[in-house]
Every structure is written in structure tokens, then in C-alpha cells.
């Protein structure tokens, strides 16, 4: 009977260290849970900061492809001014030029009309 006693004492006692083991585990299976709680709340925090600076970031986006689009209109239309004016200009240099050569041949002609009055008038 005694060696009954002993056997159940040791069976218990190998229970108890077996119950205090699981019962460790369980704990630290707990602690670990919190962690990784804790954890997964963080990573939802960063992902909605992420999210809401990528929305700021798609909106500067939106913004500086408006601004692009104005420029890019802006320059076009400076091309085509500068482009008028160029034909302008050119435009301008042959009529400068065209005047020259007509101011010229008139004042030949008056020169020459100018001499011919005056030996007329020598001659008389």
C-alpha cells in the first residue's frame, strides 16, 4: 500500500511539475500574444500614417501636374510669340532695307537733278 502511496505521490508531483510547466508556457504564450498586439497596433498606426502621407503625396502630385500642364501652355505660347516676332522682325529688316535702297535711288536722283539745275543755270 505504501508503494501505492509513493507511486500516486510521484505520479502527482510529476503532474504538478507538468501543470507548472504548461502553466509557464501559457504565460509566456500570453506575454508573447500582448507583444504581438502591441505590435500589430503599431504596424496599423504606421500604415495609416503611410496612407495618409501617400494621399498628401498623391495630391502634390495632382497639383504640380496642373502646374506642369499651365507651364508647358505658357511656354507654348511664348514660342509662338517669339516665332511671330522673329517673322516680324524679319519682316521689318527687309522693309528697313527696301526703304534704304529707295532712299538711296532718290537721293541719287536728286543729286543728279540738283546738278543738272545748277549747270543749267551755269550755262546761262
Request: hydrophobic letters at 35%; a negative charge; aromatic letters at 2%.
Amino acid at each position: 500500500m505504501e508503494k501505492e502511496r509513493n507511486s500516486v505521490a510521484q505520479e502527482m508531483e510529476e503532474a504538478n511539475q507538468v501543470l507548472q510547466t504548461h502553466m509557464a508556457e501559457k504565460n509566456i504564450l500570453e506575454k508573447n500574444g500582448k507583444l504581438i498586439n502591441a505590435n500589430i497596433n503599431d504596424m496599423q498606426v504606421r500604415v495609416e500614417e503611410m496612407q495618409r502621407a501617400l494621399h498628401e503625396a498623391d495630391g502634390s502630385k495632382r497639383k504640380l501636374m496642373v502646374e506642369q500642364c499651365d507651364l508647358t501652355h505658357h511656354l507654348e505660347e511664348a514660342e509662338r510669340t517669339l516665332h511671330q516676332l522673329s517673322k516680324d522682325k524679319t519682316s521689318l529688316t527687309t522693309q528697313l532695307d527696301d526703304s534704304k535702297r529707295l532712299a538711296d535711288a532718290e537721293t541719287r536722283v536728286n543729286r543728279i537733278s540738283i546738278s543738272k539745275v545748277m549747270q543749267f543755270f551755269l550755262l546761262f
